[in-house]
C-alpha cells in the first residue's frame, strides 16, 4: 500500500505540470483559431515549451516543440478555406524559427545546469571526503604520539641500563633509534599542528622576542644533527661583526620552530662539508633573517610551489620528510603578519627567507594572546 502510495504522489507532479502545459496549449490554440490567420498568435507557444523543458524530460520538450509549430502553420488552412498570402505565410514561418530556436536553446541551457549540479554534487562529495580524510590524519597522528613517548622512554630505559649492562656499540645503536623515533614524533606533531592551525586556527602567545636569541638557540640545538651530516653552522649579521638584538612580537615557541625547520631543512639538503648560515639583517620597518645552504637549488616548478602543503618536488630538495615542514613555516609566519620567500643563490645553493615587523625593545614581559587566522 505504502509502495503504490510513493508512485502516485511521484507521478502527481508530472501529470499536473501534462494538465498545465495542455491546458496553455489550448488557450494559445483557441485564440489562434478563433482570430484571422494574419493574426499571430504563435509566440505565446514559448510558456509552454519553456515549462516542459523545466518540468519534463528532453523528450517531451521536442514534443511540445514540435506540436506548437505544426499547430501554428495549420492556423494558415484551419479552420475553413482560406487564402495565404505571402506575408502571412512569412509571419508564422518566422514565429516556427523562433519557437525551434527556443527548444534548442531551453534544452542546452537544461543540460548546462544539469552538468553544474552535478559538478557541484561531485565537488561537495569531494570536499566530505576531503574532511574525513582529515579528521581520520588528525585522530591518527594524535593516538601515535603515546607509542612513540613510551618506545622512546623504554629505549632510554635500556641506555641507562635499567635492563641489564649495555656496551658502547649497543649504546650507539641505542642513540640511532631514539634519534629516528624523535624525528618521527616530530613529524607527527608537525602534521597535527599543520590540521589543528588549518581548522582551528593559530593561537599566538605575543610579546617581545629576540630573533638573535632565538638563532643561536636553534644552532645550539642543531649542531648534533649538523655534525652527523658533517655540516658546519654558523651565524652572522650581514654587513656588521658585532652581535645584534632584532626585537619583534611574535610568539617564541612557534618562531623556533620556524628556525628549526628552515636549518633541518638546510641542513638535509647540503652535502657533506657543506655551510649551512643564518644571516640577521635589521631594515627599517623590518627584521629579515636568511638562512643559506650549499645544496643543489631550487628548480624553476619546485619554486611556486615550495611552501604548498604536503608538496614534495621532484628534485633532491624534496627528497625527504613529509612536506609539511615548510608548509607549517608559511603559517606561523603569515600568522605573524610575515613575509616568507625562498631563492637559489649564485653559483649554487638556496636561501630560505622570512621578514617580520620590526618592535621596539620591549618594557615589560607580560605576553598577549591573539588568535590568528591562517
Do not use: C
Not at 149 to 175: D, M
Not at 190 to 218: C, F, K, W
Amino acid at each position: 500500500m505504502k509502495s503504490l502510495q510513493t508512485t502516485l504522489l511521484g507521478q502527481e507532479p508530472s501529470a499536473r505540470i501534462r494538465w498545465l502545459i495542455a491546458g496553455s496549449v489550448t488557450i494559445v490554440l483557441l485564440l489562434e483559431y478563433t482570430t484571422p490567420p494574419d493574426y499571430v498568435f504563435g509566440y505565446l507557444y514559448i510558456g509552454p515549451i519553456l515549462l516542459a523543458n523545466a518540468r519534463l524530460k528532453r523528450s517531451g520538450t521536442v514534443q511540445v516543440t514540435l506540436l506548437a509549430a505544426l499547430l501554428t502553420l495549420s492556423n494558415l488552412w484551419l479552420p475553413g478555406d482560406k487564402g495565404v498570402d505571402a506575408s502571412t505565410l512569412a509571419n508564422r514561418l518566422i514565429v516556427v524559427m523562433a519557437l525551434v530556436v527556443t527548444g534548442i536553446l531551453s534544452d542546452r541551457i537544461r543540460r548546462s545546469e544539469d552538468a553544474i549540479a552535478r559538478q557541484k554534487a561531485q565537488l561537495e562529495s569531494q570536499e566530505q571526503l576531503a574532511g574525513m580524510r582529515e579528521d581520520f590524519v588528525s585522530t591518527l597522528t594524535h593516538d601515535l604520539k603515546t607509542p612513540l613517548l613510551g618506545a622512546i622512554e623504554t629505549i632510554k630505559a635500556f641506555q641507562r641500563g635499567e635492563f641489564g649492562t649495555v656496551e658502547t656499540a649497543q649504546s650507539a645503536v641505542l642513540a640511532a633509534m631514539i634519534r629516528s623515533h624523535q624525528t618521527t614524533l616530530q613529524m607527527v606533531e608537525t602534521m597535527l599542528d599543520v590540521y589543528r592551525n588549518d581548522s582551528e586556527g593559530l593561537t599566538l602567545h605575543l610579546q617581545p622576542i629576540d630573533l638573535a636569541s632565538l638563532a643561536e638557540d636553534a644552532l645550539t640545538h642543531l649542531r648534533e644533527l649538523a655534525s652527523t651530516r658533517r655540516v658546519h653552522l654558523s651565524l652572522s649579521y650581514g654587513a656588521s661583526d658585532f652581535r645584534r638584538t632584532l626585537w619583534v612580537e611574535g610568539d617564541a615557541l612557534q618562531l623556533q620552530r620556524v628556525f628549526a625547520n628552515l636549518l633541518t631543512n638546510g641542513i638535509n639538503h647540503s652535502p657533506r662539508g657543506g655551510k649551512v648560515e643564518i644571516v640577521l639583517e635589521s631594515q627599517s620597518s623590518y627584521q629579515v633573517v636568511k638562512v643559506l645552504d650549499e645544496g643543489q637549488g631550487i628548480t624553476a616548478d619546485e619554486l611556486p610551489r615550495l611552501f604548498e602543503r604536503f608538496y614534495q618536488g621532484h628534485g633532491d630538495r624534496q627528497a625527504k620528510g613529509s612536506g609539511l615542514g615548510l608548509y607549517l613555516t608559511r603559517q606561523i609566519i603569515e600568522a605573524h603578519h610575515g613575509t616568507l620567500w625562498a631563492a637559489n643563490r649564485s653559483p649554487q645553493g638556496a636561501l630560505f627567507g622570512f621578514r617580520l615587523p620590526i618592535a621596539a625593545m620591549p618594557n615589560t614581559s607580560h605576553p598577549s594572546v591573539k588568535s590568528a587566522e591562517i
